[in-house]
């Protein structure tokens, strides 16, 4: 059953993950190449200051299943990268990600904007339908996924983007919150 939303007056306020805290974590994981597809979720705190960050090199796509492709022929020569990308082009990647990430275990890494989600709501929750689907359909993928939706929940993003490339294997992180641009 899916819980209806509340108006936004009466949307409890929430706090909003940090942006910058985000990128300190990613490049704590040692990563220095981020690949994206445009996100309205990620855009204002994560891929503007990526653009603007000399320690990054970002590659702008336009389809995100190319993205896919790229992360995992970075990871032949050590390259860390994180992909960006919006739920909408995840659903639309998951081919890509089938089989280069899980059948030829290729660590690709993503940060998934989830457009939509009521920011007080668990994803399995929202009103979205696009949304609320797209941590069972990734479990019924085998796809390890976690969630980035309050201050502090960046502090996982190194530990799993290293488990990732140690296990080859993809790692999703799921946006629920626009970060906040610091």
């Known amino acids: 059953m899916v819980a209806t ?7 409890p306020s ?9 990128l ?18 990620t855009s204002d705190g994560l891929l503007w200051p990526v653009s603007r960050d000399p320690d990054f090199r970002l590659t702008r796509l336009c389809k995100e ?5 790229i992360c995992a022929a970075m990871s032949y020569n050590g390259t860390r990268a994180v992909l960006t990308m919006q739920q ?16 030829y275990e290729m660590p690709v890494v993503m940060l998934v904007g989830l457009q939509g989600k ?12 696009g949304v609320r689907i797209v941590q069972p359909v990734l479990r019924a993928m085998g ?12 502090a996982h993003i190194p530990e799993a983007i ?9 790692h999703i992180f799921l946006v629920g919150r626009a970060p906040e641009a610091s």
């Open 5 to 11: 939303s509340t108006s936004p007056v009466d949307a």
């Open 14 to 22: 929430v706090p909003h993950p940090s942006g910058a805290a985000i």
């Open 24 to 41: 300190a974590a990613i490049k704590a994981a040692g990563v220095r190449e981020v690949v994206a597809v445009p996100d309205i979720v």
């Open 65 to 69: 299943d190319e993205g896919v492709s």
């Open 88 to 103: 909408t082009g995840l659903m639309d990647s998951l081919n890509a990600i089938r089989a280069i990430g899980v059948d």
């Open 118 to 129: 009521e920011p007080h709501l668990p994803p399995d929750q929202s009103s979205a339908y």
């Open 143 to 154: 796809i390890s996924h976690s969630l980035i939706e309050a201050p502090g929940d960046e």
């Open 162 to 170: 290293d488990r990732a490339y140690k296990l080859s294997r993809p």
